[in-house]
């Protein structure tokens, strides 16, 4: 009986250090979703100071199909033909102007009436364009891919300006404000970052500090009472234990007895295979 009553102590023991370790993870747990809660209430104050919108209005316009170009877009397409004009009047290379002109075409920027364009281009600028092919007697290029080149220098920059002007008189869009760029956002992920960094801490202390209680393998270990207890030792009858602590230990008694036979089930079926 002595022995008996020294496993079921050991087992009350476990399951009470394992109900005080899930109660302090819980209380953990609440702790952290209240601070989590309180910072997004910051945020939700932070936002709607910097935008005047909440954050549900704001996801609600970003996800809104625009209805034109940005103006952000439309000038970096502005910017991009710009330095691709400076690229053409910079060049004095026959190769590269024929090939920069194989590479609008691709992009489907020549006009069909590029012919047109070109003997117009040469004409405004008729000394400019003679001075230029010139230039490129000494390239070894034909005189053909020369003429050739001469036309792309001038006619390109006509075309791709007119590009601009097509650009500059579409209807922009208004802007959207994403709200991953506000200032409220980043704070509010540099404080829930924090918070998951102090509780992953919290929570790794918690378990490292609470490791379950180690089987008594002594003869009749006493368990020391608080002053208002009886004295209960593992060498006692059940008969001579306090009437509160056989309350108490009647359905840890029952939980270690259901457990026990079904250990001991498998063990028997295991013998009998």
Known sequence: MAEGLKELQDFANAE?????????????????QAQIAKAKEQFDEDIMVETGMTEEKLREIQEAEPSGITVAELNAQVADLNSQIKLI???????????????????????EDYPAITDKAIADKQDEAQK??????????????????????????????????????????????????TKSWNDYQTAIAKIEERYDRYFQKLM?????PQPINKGSETIKPRKDEVEVTTSMQWDELPEDFKQQLQPLFQKYLTEKL????????????
């Open 132 to 181: 230029f092919f010139k230039s490129t007697k000494n390239s070894g290029a034909p005189v053909e891919a020369r003429q050739q080149a001469t036309g792309i220098k001038f006619a390109l920059p006509v075309i791709l300006n007119s590009k601009i002007e097509e650009l500059k008189a579409q209807e922009t869009a208004p802007e959207t404000l994403k709200v991953e760029s």
């Open 89 to 111: 009047e910079d060049s004095t290379s026959v190769e590269e102007l024929i090939a920069l002109y194989k590479a609008f075409e691709e992009q489907g920027l020549i006009p």
């Open 16 to 32: 009470a250090a394992k109900a005080d370790r899930e109660i302090r993870i819980d209380q953990l747990l609440q702790r952290k």
């Open 262 to 273: 079904i250990v001991t089930g498998k063990q028997i079926g295991r013998a009998h295979v």
């Open 208 to 212: 490292d500090g609470m490791e379950m």
